[in-house]
């Protein structure tokens, strides 16, 4: 009785221990590092940044969108990469982003701005949440590391007029295999995954989207 006692007792502080590890880990903010390639102005970036970032929010996750160069020295986060490029027509024609959900470190997420271009001139009320949601959907990809879609809201393969006009009042919701998955992965991203904005910035910038076509794990976000 007493072994079996002092095994629960031992297998409860294991347990815990791994419990406060994990959060320790799930407490750490995703920092996206937003590189501009074409000029945008200023304030609809900063404004799509803020949505994505409270888009996140709504489902739990700390996910902060910081212009590259800018971040706060030495934060200690995981980083994810988002570039907003310049595109030709036949480069995933249709899409308006795209993500690379297992690529680590370097550039993940490509906005293909001149395809979002038309949608946000004819909504120009509300251009920052709509581009906020192009760049949560594709963040979310990296996040969950399911490059498929939902049949409604933030992951839908293909908005229609009808989610861009709700976009403009609430933000697209995440389904609940979407959080689950994003969340499952920032809590089993170890320390390996950690670096700081010192580590990362040594990495090779993104110079140019088109070099990354010969990526092989590419799922197009439209
Ligand atoms: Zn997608």
């Known amino acids: 009785m007493f072994w079996t006692s002092a095994l629960?007792?031992?297998m409860m502080l294991v347990a815990s221990a791994g419990d406060l590890k994990r959060s320790k880990i799930a407490a750490l903010p995703v920092v996206v590092r937003v590189h501009e390639r074409i000029e945008l102005p200023g304030i609809l970036v900063l404004q799509a940044e803020d949505n994505a970032s409270r888009i996140f929010a709504g489902a739990g996750l700390d996910v902060r969108l910081e212009r590259a160069g800018r971040s706060r020295p030495k934060q200690k986060a995981h980083y994810i990469d988002l570039t907003i490029c310049d595109t030709s027509e036949g480069y995933y024609a249709g899409a308006l982003g795209l993500a690379r959900p297992f690529r680590p470190g370097g550039n993940q997420?490509?906005?293909?701005?001149?395809?979002?271009?038309?949608?946000?001139?004819?909504?120009?009320?509300?251009?920052?949440?709509?581009?906020?949601?192009?760049?949560?959907?594709?963040i979310a990809h990296v996040l969950t590391q399911i490059p498929d879609h939902s049949s409604e809201g933030l992951m839908k393969a293909k908005w229609d007029s009808d989610d861009f006009r709700k976009m403009a009042v609430e933000y697209l919701p995440f389904d609940a295999r979407d959080i689950a998955a994003m969340r499952s992965t920032v809590?089993?991203?170890?320390?390996?995954n950690l670096a700081d904005e010192k580590d990362t910035e040594q990495r090779p910038a993104v110079a140019d989207c088109a070099v990354l076509l010969s990526s092989?794990?590419?799922?197009s976000g439209f």
Do not use: K, Q, S
């Open 8 to 10: 629960v007792a031992l």
């Open 109 to 138: 997420v490509e906005i293909l701005y001149p395809r979002v271009r038309p949608i946000i001139e004819r909504r120009e009320a509300y251009a920052g949440r709509i581009l906020g949601h192009v760049f949560a959907h594709e």
């Open 187 to 192: 809590m089993g991203w170890t320390n390996d």
């Open 216 to 219: 092989p794990r590419t799922c």
